[in-house]
């Protein structure tokens, strides 16, 4: 059996996902495929050791999520690392850094990665600088711009992804999961295109969602992407596109500012939580979240209500 899991990098879906995994006999993360990660899955060196050979954004997320993968191999589960894209990427970032400029050798997929990720870096910057000016409609733009161009990457981490699992895959025996960041979803469509057969895929969001008896829409700004992935040639500058960005930039904000510390009121209430969200998310117009984010960014933010 051969099938995919979709998980938002949230520490509160790890417990689901861990029960998930603990039915399968591989599984094939989406983590850099190097020596210290291999070392630390296998309880040879410390968390704090691999965060020199790592990139994170959420410290505690990343602890979890390594520690739920080296509790799986300690129960027997066989943990495959495998994430070509990210590694490239890292290589490269990490050589500009130290370098100023970088000095891998950079074959064709290289180049084209540190180009992507360049200009992925490049809007970032400018997103970063709209939002200190709290110019709304400057970040919807750049929301919509940076969706556009993240599709693209991940059509290409995935095609990178899918060709290494293809090779790995005659290596191992029984049932195996692939792990994939839910951005990733078309990664079937290149394992499908590879192996001649369709993987089953399961969303961390429905199984919670099942579990907890509630409705988790998609993120905005998860939907937006996907429209670009799945219909390239989607209309620029439509209504539905700058209302999902708009809602997308409310929705980010809301969810960093209420479920801030999430180990204080409970993984599972979170996830209730960021439905409550993600449901008012839904129901603004444009002019309604620009209106929201404005009231966000002045003193009285918690009184928007959900």
Do not use: W
Request: with cysteine; proline share 4%; hydrophobic share 40%.
């Amino acid at each position: 059996m051969l099938s995919i899991i979709l998980m938002p990098s949230r520490i509160e879906y790890l417990k689901y996902f861990r029960e998930f995994a603990e039915q399968y006999d591989v599984l094939i993360a989406e983590i850099p495929d190097i020596e210290s990660v291999r070392r630390f899955i296998k309880g040879e060196i410390t968390f704090n050791n691999l965060l020199y050979d790592i990139e994170y954004s959420d410290l505690e997320y990343t602890r979890a999520f390594y520690e739920t993968l080296r509790d799986l191999y300690s129960k027997g589960v066989s943990v495959i690392p495998i994430d070509p894209y990210g590694l490239i990427a890292m290589k490269i970032r990490v050589s500009s850094i130290v370098k100023g400029t970088p000095q891998v050798p950079l074959g064709d997929y290289d180049r084209y990665i540190a180009y992507i990720e360049f200009k992925i870096g490049e809007v970032m910057r400018m997103y970063n600088s709209a939002f200190l000016r709290g110019d709304f409609d400057d970040i919807v733009r750049l929301t919509i711009r940076y969706a556009r161009m993240d599709s693209e990457r991940i059509k290409f981490r995935s095609e990178l992804r899918a060709r290494e699992i293809v090779k790995r895959l005659g290596e191992v025996e029984g049932d195996v999961l692939i792990h994939a960041d839910y951005y990733n979803e078309v990664l079937r469509e290149y394992l499908s295109a590879k192996l001649g057969c369709i993987p089953s895929v399961v969303s961390l969001f429905s199984i919670a969602s099942k579990r907890l008896r509630i409705d988790v829409p998609q993120p905005p700004g998860l939907k937006l992407t996907f429209n670009y992935i799945n219909k390239p040639r989607t209309p620029q500058n439509t209504v539905e596109e700058r209302t999902l960005a708009a809602r997308t930039v409310v929705y980010v904000i809301l969810r960093s500012r209420l479920l801030r510390r999430i180990d204080t009121i409970g993984y599972d209430k979170a996830i209730v939580a960021d439905s409550a969200i993600l449901r008012y998310t839904y129901g603004l117009s444009y002019d309604s979240a620009k209106h929201v984010f404005h009231r966000l960014m002045m003193k009285d933010m918690f009184k928007v209500k959900i």
